[in-house]
């Protein structure tokens, strides 16, 4: 019994450093910038499961890691479903990497991909309370998607998708069917696309660019509009150095919030879901 104190108490310790790092690291790269409300933040081994994806049901939080599904409650702290197997019964594709996730009426839409091969980029349906994989799923043409595909995003009863990197346009396709709706010319080409979400007629979406830029994209007409940065600056010679821009999530809070973002801090040892005062657009 003592030994199992003195254990955790060292793990304390080692968190409470861990998450001064973090914050310190975090703080350098963010500068100047849009502030945020407060964050919800988790570092050591619970990054691996919130470091890709976010989305709600507005009764908790859906986050995934590359190989991960949990359902955690509204701060935080408590799972409240994990799915550690999200490739089973998609063996046959090679799916190694869950991107961003999108939630609806007791659906998750899960973007994943056979990472660095990009041969079958794939949307996979699951219950969004369970996080059990419902056995639908979708694989589209790679020559569509070339970089694989990092995303997806419900818009009523379709959802839409795009490549990720010189995204010139987005695609809607019906969920019923996964048959091809419209496609949506972007007035601006964005560039690593990491998630979305939609709240009327306007697409969210958080980016892996320099600055993990955060735009809303009116989808009557595809006009885009530069909402924040996250972080002031990214060096050019170093990949993804300062951390990851990852997807975000709509919903309004008590506390006047509306925009939920995560990104994986500097230092590749902490997620954090920031949360923003932002009106929506339209």
């Known amino acids: 019994m003592v030994l199992l104190n003195h254990l955790r108490r060292l793990l304390a310790l080692l968190s409470c450093l861990l998450i001064s790092l973090s914050n310190t690291a975090n703080t350098a790269f963010n500068g100047d910038v849009y502030p945020f409300e ?3 933040k988790v570092v050591g081994f619970e990054t691996l499961t919130r470091s890709q994806g976010v989305t709600t049901d507005g009764e908790a939080w859906i986050f995934s890691g590359k190989s991960a599904l949990i359902r955690t409650s509204m701060d935080g702290d408590e799972i409240l479903a994990a799915n550690l197997s999200p490739f089973k019964g998609l063996e046959h594709l090679g799916l190694k990497h869950v991107g961003g996730i999108s939630c609806r009426n007791g659906v998750l839409l899960a973007a994943m991909e056979d990472s660095k091969v990009w041969k079958n980029p794939t949307v996979a349906v699951f219950d969004a309370e369970t996080l059990a994989f419902t056995g639908r799923y979708h694989t589209f043409p790679n020559e569509l998607f070339t970089d694989g ?3 997806v995003a419900f818009y009523g009863e379709d959802f839409l998708v795009a490549d990720c990197n ?5 695609y809607q396709y019906r969920l019923s069917d996964f048959s091809l709706v419209r496609e949506i010319p972007l007035s ?11 709240w009327e007629d306007t697409l969210y979406v958080g980016t892996n660019d320099p600055t ?3 735009y809303a994209i009116r989808l009557t007409d595809g006009a885009v509009t530069k909402l924040l940065d996250r972080i002031s600056y990214q060096p050019k010679l170093i990949d993804n150095f300062g951390g990851e821009g990852e997807d975000l999530t ?3 809070m008590e ?3 509306f925009l939920h973002t995560l990104d994986v801090g500097a230092l590749f040892i902490d997620a954090n879901l920031r949360h923003y005062k932002i009106d929506p657009i339209g």
């Open 38 to 40: 407060s964050t919800t």
């Open 149 to 151: 595909l990092p995303w």
């Open 166 to 170: 010189d995204t010139d346009r987005l």
């Open 188 to 198: 601006v080409v964005l560039d690593e696309i990491q998630g979305g979400e939609v």
């Open 212 to 214: 993990r830029a955060v």
């Open 250 to 252: 709509v919903l309004p």
């Open 255 to 257: 506390d006047g919030t």
